[in-house]
C-alpha cells in the first residue's frame, strides 16, 4: 500500500506563495495521473490539479495561472507550487491518484490571511 504525506502548507498574507510536497512511500511511476485535493472548512474535498505520468496537467478554472502541478518520479513526489493566494484558497490540501485510493493523507493546512 502507497501512504501519502504532504507537507509545505501555513500561513501567508493574500498574493503570497506555497510549494506543497506529497511524498510517497512506494512508488508513483506507474500511476497514470496524481492530483491536489483541497478542502474548506464546511465544504466538500474538491480536485484542484492533475498530472499524468508523462507531464499532462489539468487544473479547475479558479486556480488556473496561479498554480503549478508537477511529478518526480524518481522522487516519489508530487508538488504543487502555488502563487498568487487568495483567502478563498485557504483549505486543507491533499494529495491522491486519479483516480482515488480508499486511503487519504492528513493532509497540510494553507492559510491565506491577512
Known amino acids: 500500500q502507497v501512504q501519502l504525506v504532504e507537507s509545505g502548507g501555513g500561513l501567508v498574507q493574500p498574493g503570497g506563495s506555497l510549494r506543497l510536497s506529497c511524498a510517497a512511500s512506494?512508488?508513483?511511476?506507474?500511476?497514470?495521473?496524481m492530483g491536489w485535493y483541497r478542502q474548506a472548512p464546511g465544504k466538500q474535498r474538491d480536485l484542484v490539479a492533475t498530472?499524468?505520468?508523462?507531464?499532462?496537467?489539468d487544473y479547475i478554472d479558479s486556480v488556473k495561472g496561479r498554480f503549478t502541478i508537477s511529478r518526480d518520479n524518481a522522487k516519489n513526489t508530487v508538488y504543487l507550487q502555488m502563487s498568487s493566494l487568495k483567502p478563498e484558497d485557504t483549505a486543507v490540501y491533499y494529495c491522491?491518484?486519479?483516480?482515488?485510493?480508499?486511503?487519504w493523507g492528513r493532509g497540510t493546512q494553507v492559510t491565506v490571511s491577512s
Open positions: 512506494g512508488s508513483i511511476f506507474s500511476i497514470n495521473a
Open positions: 491522491n491518484a486519479d483516480p482515488n485510493f480508499d486511503y
Open positions: 498530472v499524468t505520468s508523462d507531464g499532462r496537467t
